[in-house]
């Protein structure tokens, strides 16, 4: 597991997210938004596939059963994020937008919010708990 690189790709989604709530900032105006959905969208369900696939499992066979639980809890909560984000990039095409902006923005944040959730989690939750398991394991390998 590299805890840097998830860390990376979530600095990049959370740079990308921010310049989205910008353009959704003010509902009477809209924005062109596409290009930055878009990129939002290949950077996070690449990332997105790596957790699911890669991470999520690699915590569930941790020896360390706190560990185990929390990424099962974390996993079960803000697991739905593809699937939700996914449906609302289908929802809203280009035009879609333009004609009902105003609801495009709240979907928008709202979609954003679920986003930081799940980031700032892994970040403050689950992260600090594969750094230790991955410790334990090569001072475990070190003495063993």
């Keep these: 597991m590299n805890i ?3 860390r990376r790709q979530h600095q990049e989604l959370s740079t990308i997210a921010k310049e989205i709530l910008r353009a959704v900032q003010d509902e009477d105006r809209p924005q062109s938004v596409g290009p930055i959905r878009w990129h939002l969208a290949r950077q996070l369900m ?13 915590m569930q066979r941790l020896s360390d059963k706190p560990a185990r639980t929390a990424a ?15 449906t609302y990039m289908h929802r809203w ?13 709240a979907d928008t944040r709202k979609i954003m919010a679920a986003l930081r959730t799940r980031v700032d989690q892994e970040e403050r939750l689950l992260f600090p708990l594969a ?11 070190k003495t063993g």
């Excluded at 690449?46 to 690699?58: G, K, V």
């Excluded at 095409?93 to 923005?105: I, M, S």
């Design 46 to 58: 690449s990332h997105l596939a790596l957790e699911d696939r890669i991470f999520y499992p690699a």
């Design 131 to 141: 750094e230790a398991a991955e410790r334990n394991a090569a001072a475990m390998s």
């Design 4 to 6: 840097n690189e998830l």
């Design 72 to 86: 099962q809890q974390l996993r079960s909560q803000v697991g739905t994020l593809a699937q939700d984000f996914s």
């Design 93 to 105: 095409n280009d035009d879609k937008v333009a004609r009902q902006w105003a609801e495009f923005c």
